[in-house]
């Protein structure tokens, strides 16, 4: 049962150069064309005037032409790198021309590239034909695209460990052990004739067991890797002169909602992203939560209670110097199976009214939500405040390299674990060894997509449509 893997093929057929801009818009110090294909160099060379030969991997001073004519008056001065084929990111010849970045020149220096010859590269491309040249596997590109959008230095460091392979290194050895149990099966299968002995069901069951460990910490890992890649909303509820906008100033840690004595100053949802250990994190202000009769304070609750439906994580606000209300008590009782934290804020007053600041404890306790008291003003359990609050977004899941950060990653381990486990009930039913190896080569399938070796042309163009052009 020989395996149809889709493994993308390199061929001839690259016979196009493309170009691109691969600097954002707008002015700056420096901007880039990007070319790459076989007619790069030959391009390059009529949109500048070298003032020495291009050299693999060396950069070189050149004068931008105004015109595809060597007799043309210079427009800028540039530097210029050339890479040779296949030593280059994607594989073909490439060139980059890094002028100054003023959108005219760069502009010009693309427009004559197409007149010459070039095409406008799609977005992604640059990035897909390394891709296709072997250059890196597809979790290594996805890693480039994730980098690029990073805002927290933690996403930073993870696309930078997946950039380096983090990801395949971790999945390599599974893959191969459950390559060898295929190979063993196969063998069994068609060199029965030949004295070669069929694998033992006790065998197989164990091999089976030791390749599902790893796959599910694996599985795992997603909780704290979709979170570090996509971040989360929390929402900061509570009734009106809670101390809501204090905290969530402090977890900003400037002065971003403004905060007065007065009940209801909070009319509308004051946002603000953060990172806390590297988790992106977008804070939400609410106006107050109670019965009003004013329309702009109305509309104010109403987008709150929006906020708290969409929000990934909920942070009820309460007062140490108050007793729970029946507002907050309904709103403690509708969130005890969703992720939420109770702040017991002004603990710093409530030495005279312990009783008060106990009882708000026992109450989040009994909906099993953990209850911190803090002090916005003095900053006591502040920082508590936060641990909980990463802990919760991760569900404990520790920092790990190799972590999965998207859905796809998920959804591929998930099917490679649904056919190991399929496996594992074929095996123990004494089912043949032919209807095994269906589920064990579609568990190999799931963990080469991940890689790219059995990727469909679909999601490929799905994945490289999102980068920007010139990447």
């Given at each position: 049962m020989a395996m149809e893997s889709k493994v993308p093929e390199i061929t001839a057929a690259i016979v196009d150069t493309i170009a691109a801009i691969s600097t954002p818009p707008g002015r700056g110090g420096i901007g880039i064309v990007r070319l790459s294909g076989p007619q790069a160099a030959s391009i390059a060379a009529q949109l500048i005037r070298l003032r020495q030969p291009l050299e693999h991997a060396h950069a070189r001073l050149a004068e931008v032409l105004d015109?595809?004519?060597?007799?043309?008056?210079?427009?800028?001065?540039?530097?210029?790198?050339?890479?040779?084929?296949?030593n280059s990111y994607t594989g073909d010849e490439l060139v980059e021309i890094a002028a100054h970045g003023s959108p005219v020149v760069l502009d010009l220096l693309l427009r004559r590239a197409l007149s010459l010859g070039a095409r406008l590269a799609n977005p992604g491309e640059f990035t897909e034909r390394a891709f296709l040249a072997g250059k890196l596997d597809l979790t290594q590109a996805e890693a480039i695209r994730d980098l690029i959008d990073a805002q927290t230095l933690t996403q930073a460091r993870q696309a930078a460990s997946q950039m380096g392979g983090a990801l395949s290194r971790r999945v390599y050895p599974t893959k191969q052990a459950l390559v060898e149990l295929i190979a063993l099966l196969e063998?069994?299968?068609?060199?029965?004739?030949?004295?070669v002995d069929v694998t033992p069901q006790s065998e197989i069951a164990r091999r089976i067991a030791q390749l599902v460990p790893p796959l599910a910490a694996l599985e795992a890992s997603f909780a704290r890797g979709r979170i570090v890649h996509d971040g989360l909303t929390m929402a900061i509820v509570g009734r009106p002169n809670a101390g809501k906008s204090s905290l969530f100033n402090r977890l900003v840690e400037r002065d971003r909602a403004i905060v007065t004595a007065t009940p209801g100053t909070t009319r509308d949802l004051v946002t603000e992203r953060i990172s806390l250990e590297g988790i992106p994190l977008e804070l939400v202000d609410t106006a107050g939560l109670r019965e009003t009769f004013?329309?702009?304070?109305?509309?104010?609750?109403?987008?709150?209670r929006e906020a708290l439906a969409d929000a990934a994580i909920v942070?009820?606000?309460?007062?140490?110097?108050?007793p729970l209300n029946h507002e907050e008590r309904s709103l403690l009782a509708a969130l005890h199976d969703r992720p939420a934290l109770v702040a017991i804020n002004k603990s710093d007053l409530a030495d005279n009214v312990s009783d008060a600041l106990r009882a708000d404890q026992s109450a989040a306790e009994e909906l099993e939500l953990q209850a911190i008291a803090t002090s916005a003003l003095t900053g006591n359990g502040i920082a508590a405040l936060r641990n909980r609050i990463v802990a919760l977004a991760t569900g404990g899941a520790a920092a790990e390299p190799g972590l999965l950060t998207n859905l796809r990653h998920q959804q591929a381990v998930a099917t490679a674990r649904t056919a190991m486990e399929d496996a594992t009930r074929a095996n123990a039913t004494s089912i043949p060894h032919e209807m095994i190896l269906l589920d064990l080569y579609r568990a190999l399938w799931a963990l080469d997509s991940l890689t790219g070796q059995t990727t469909p042309d679909d999601i490929l163009n799905l994945i490289f449509s999102t980068f920007c052009i010139g990447k």
């Amino acid at each position: 049962m020989a395996m149809e893997s889709k493994v993308p093929e390199i061929t001839a057929a690259i016979v196009d150069t493309i170009a691109a801009i691969s600097t954002p818009p707008g002015r700056g110090g420096i901007g880039i064309v990007r070319l790459s294909g076989p007619q790069a160099a030959s391009i390059a060379a009529q949109l500048i005037r070298l003032r020495q030969p291009l050299e693999h991997a060396h950069a070189r001073l050149a004068e931008v032409l105004d015109e595809n004519d060597a007799n043309s008056e210079r427009i800028d001065e540039a530097m210029v790198t050339w890479f040779s084929a296949p030593n280059s990111y994607t594989g073909d010849e490439l060139v980059e021309i890094a002028a100054h970045g003023s959108p005219v020149v760069l502009d010009l220096l693309l427009r004559r590239a197409l007149s010459l010859g070039a095409r406008l590269a799609n977005p992604g491309e640059f990035t897909e034909r390394a891709f296709l040249a072997g250059k890196l596997d597809l979790t290594q590109a996805e890693a480039i695209r994730d980098l690029i959008d990073a805002q927290t230095l933690t996403q930073a460091r993870q696309a930078a460990s997946q950039m380096g392979g983090a990801l395949s290194r971790r999945v390599y050895p599974t893959k191969q052990a459950l390559v060898e149990l295929i190979a063993l099966l196969e063998a069994g299968i068609d060199f029965a004739d030949d004295d070669v002995d069929v694998t033992p069901q006790s065998e197989i069951a164990r091999r089976i067991a030791q390749l599902v460990p790893p796959l599910a910490a694996l599985e795992a890992s997603f909780a704290r890797g979709r979170i570090v890649h996509d971040g989360l909303t929390m929402a900061i509820v509570g009734r009106p002169n809670a101390g809501k906008s204090s905290l969530f100033n402090r977890l900003v840690e400037r002065d971003r909602a403004i905060v007065t004595a007065t009940p209801g100053t909070t009319r509308d949802l004051v946002t603000e992203r953060i990172s806390l250990e590297g988790i992106p994190l977008e804070l939400v202000d609410t106006a107050g939560l109670r019965e009003t009769f004013e329309e702009v304070e109305q509309l104010g609750i109403a987008r709150s209670r929006e906020a708290l439906a969409d929000a990934a994580i909920v942070l009820v606000v309460l007062d140490a110097t108050q007793p729970l209300n029946h507002e907050e008590r309904s709103l403690l009782a509708a969130l005890h199976d969703r992720p939420a934290l109770v702040a017991i804020n002004k603990s710093d007053l409530a030495d005279n009214v312990s009783d008060a600041l106990r009882a708000d404890q026992s109450a989040a306790e009994e909906l099993e939500l953990q209850a911190i008291a803090t002090s916005a003003l003095t900053g006591n359990g502040i920082a508590a405040l936060r641990n909980r609050i990463v802990a919760l977004a991760t569900g404990g899941a520790a920092a790990e390299p190799g972590l999965l950060t998207n859905l796809r990653h998920q959804q591929a381990v998930a099917t490679a674990r649904t056919a190991m486990e399929d496996a594992t009930r074929a095996n123990a039913t004494s089912i043949p060894h032919e209807m095994i190896l269906l589920d064990l080569y579609r568990a190999l399938w799931a963990l080469d997509s991940l890689t790219g070796q059995t990727t469909p042309d679909d999601i490929l163009n799905l994945i490289f449509s999102t980068f920007c052009i010139g990447k």
